[in-house]
């Protein structure tokens, strides 16, 4: 079965210190995986993938098909990073597979 | 602004009552998505559409029927048969092929009087 999971519901740390949100995923195929983030009051809007191997604000992922991981990872987290954020796996035809979400909340 | 536009903001559903979300782009794109957001449960696929007058059946499709006479438009509709419609209703679109990444509306949040 396809299915993302993200096993915390809410991750709270400080100003400048790392943060990690894990998604671990379940696919028979090769995956495609996207985190996607809402800030407050704005829409859910695209944050990387993991294909394009691009670093967006801070925010690095990396695919491991071993442990069926895709990591969101920032090394120094900003208050305005706090939002909700998804982790989503691509199940054919554009159709996209949501974790639960995690909220950051990054306090001064 | 370009994008996709949800209307209404805010819909109230009586009791055995029909309620239309709707969904528009100006993107250009040729699929478009609708999913149903609760909390603790993330988004979940209700139906979507690949091209015009084709439509497919999501996860969470009973209770819901869809539309695509037009590329632009992509019409929700909530029936009476849904037993459980209080949520958070999000429309997205993308263009064809090769895994492209989803743009989303602002969303709807139905509720039942």
């Known amino acids: 079965a396809q299915r993302v999971t993200q096993p915390e519901k809410l991750l709270s740390v400080f100003k400048g210190a790392p943060v990690e949100l894990k998604c671990n995923y379940s696919y028979s195929g090769s995956p495609e995986l996207f985190w996607y983030v809402q800030y407050s009051r704005q829409r859910l809007q695209l944050l990387l993938r993991?294909?394009s191997r691009e670093s967006i604000k801070g925010f690095t992922a990396d695919l491991n098909k071993g442990e069926t991981s895709f990591h969101l990872k920032k090394p120094f987290a900003q208050e305005e990073d706090s939002a909700m954020y998804y982790c989503?796996?691509?199940?054919?035809?554009?159709?996209?597979?949501f974790g639960a979400g995690t909220r950051l909340a990054v306090h001064p | 602004d370009g994008g996709i536009t949800q209307s209404p903001k805010y819909l109230f559903r009586k009791e055995g009552q029909n309620v239309t979300l709707s969904c528009e782009q100006n993107l250009n794109h040729d699929a478009m998505y609708w999913y149903r957001q609760d909390p603790g449960q993330g988004l979940r696929l209700i139906y979507y559409?690949?091209?015009?007058?084709?439509?497919q059946k999501g996860d969470i499709a009973e209770g819901y029927s869809v539309s695509r006479e037009k590329k632009e438009s992509f019409p929700l509709t909530v029936t009476s048969a849904q037993k459980n419609p209080t949520a958070f209703y999000l429309c997205?679109?993308?263009?064809?092929?090769?895994?492209?990444?989803?743009?989303f509306g602002d969303g709807t949040r139905l509720s039942i009087l």
């Open positions: 989503a796996l691509s199940g054919g035809y554009n159709k996209l597979i």
């Open positions: 997205a679109s993308t263009e064809w092929g090769g895994n492209q990444p989803q743009h």
């Open positions: 559409s690949q091209i015009v007058n084709d439509f």
């Open positions: 993991h294909i």
